[in-house]
């Protein structure tokens, strides 16, 4: 989807350093105007998955400027098709042990509707389409995380359901 | 031309990038593939994943994408962010 805006929409970093969503979602609701009547977020932790008992966390690798690009142009394409004040992302790289926060989504509009579905919009296009890569580490090994075909289908709502 | 390969290719052909001064005749990103793979193993076996997506200039493209020796072709399996 073409984007005839001059200006990127909303901001977004990759960084190691964890995140704080009490700052992250005071800053979206200071906002830029004064209608935000939703904030919508999201947090994607590391999670214990596997049958194996010796997981020790997750590593995460990404294609610098490629990733931000990219995420780039999945918040301009909210902003296109949603109303929308403000949008953070925030995704981390490197070395991440259990239960540590990876992915932060967080959107301010004036309207629920709006605030929900960009939430989901962007989470499930980054699934899909953001250069990152997950390596789960255990003791004394490694293994990369393999793409999911479910990831690939939650894409299709967006595609049949254009609101 | 710079070219990138990450993640468990990236490890597989031991190396994250190279740098290129000619060419030699390519003209598309799948000619560069082909040239890759001219080096044997593990080049061939890596490479010849049909999962492996292409990138220019840091956009995801194809085999038939034109390439030109200031663009920055990357190699990667599918994304597992999020």
């Given at each position: 989807m073409p984007s005839?805006?001059?200006q990127s929409?909303?901001?977004?970093?990759?960084q190691e350093q964890d995140f704080s969503i009490e700052t992250e979602y005071a800053l979206l609701r200071k906002g830029k105007l004064s209608n935000i009547g939703a904030i919508c977020t999201f947090t994607g932790l590391v999670r214990e998955f596997g049958d194996r008992k010796d997981v020790t966390g997750m590593f995460l690798e990404h294609y610098p400027g490629m990733t931000e690009h990219c995420l780039?142009?999945?918040?301009?394409?909210?902003?296109?098709?949603?109303k929308l004040n403000d949008m953070t992302v925030i995704h981390r790289v490197g070395q991440l042990t259990l239960s540590e926060q990876i992915v932060f989504v967080g959107v301010s509009s004036a309207h629920r509707a709006d605030a929900f579905a960009a939430c989901e919009f962007v989470m499930d296009y980054l699934k899909t389409e953001a250069?990152?890569?997950k390596k789960e580490t255990y003791t004394n090994d490694s293994q990369w995380v393999e793409a999911k075909q479910s990831d690939q289908q939650r894409i299709q709502k967006w595609s049949n359901n254009k609101t | 031309?710079?070219?990138?390969?990450f993640a468990s290719l990236r490890e597989l052909l031991e190396t994250d990038s190279e740098q290129w001064l000619d060419l030699k005749g390519a003209q598309t990103a799948g000619d560069i593939l082909q040239q890759l793979k001219q080096?044997?193993?593990p080049w061939v076996s890596a490479l010849s994943n049909e999962q492996l997506i292409i990138s220019v200039n840091?956009?995801?493209?194809?085999l038939n994408t034109s390439i030109s020796l200031g663009d920055?072709?990357?190699f990667f399996p599918p994304v597992t962010g999020g």
């Amino acid at each position: 989807m073409p984007s005839n805006k001059t200006q990127s929409f909303g901001s977004i970093r990759i960084q190691e350093q964890d995140f704080s969503i009490e700052t992250e979602y005071a800053l979206l609701r200071k906002g830029k105007l004064s209608n935000i009547g939703a904030i919508c977020t999201f947090t994607g932790l590391v999670r214990e998955f596997g049958d194996r008992k010796d997981v020790t966390g997750m590593f995460l690798e990404h294609y610098p400027g490629m990733t931000e690009h990219c995420l780039q142009k999945i918040l301009d394409q909210a902003a296109e098709r949603w109303k929308l004040n403000d949008m953070t992302v925030i995704h981390r790289v490197g070395q991440l042990t259990l239960s540590e926060q990876i992915v932060f989504v967080g959107v301010s509009s004036a309207h629920r509707a709006d605030a929900f579905a960009a939430c989901e919009f962007v989470m499930d296009y980054l699934k899909t389409e953001a250069p990152f890569w997950k390596k789960e580490t255990y003791t004394n090994d490694s293994q990369w995380v393999e793409a999911k075909q479910s990831d690939q289908q939650r894409i299709q709502k967006w595609s049949n359901n254009k609101t | 031309m710079n070219i990138l390969f990450f993640a468990s290719l990236r490890e597989l052909l031991e190396t994250d990038s190279e740098q290129w001064l000619d060419l030699k005749g390519a003209q598309t990103a799948g000619d560069i593939l082909q040239q890759l793979k001219q080096r044997g193993e593990p080049w061939v076996s890596a490479l010849s994943n049909e999962q492996l997506i292409i990138s220019v200039n840091q956009e995801v493209s194809n085999l038939n994408t034109s390439i030109s020796l200031g663009d920055e072709l990357a190699f990667f399996p599918p994304v597992t962010g999020g």
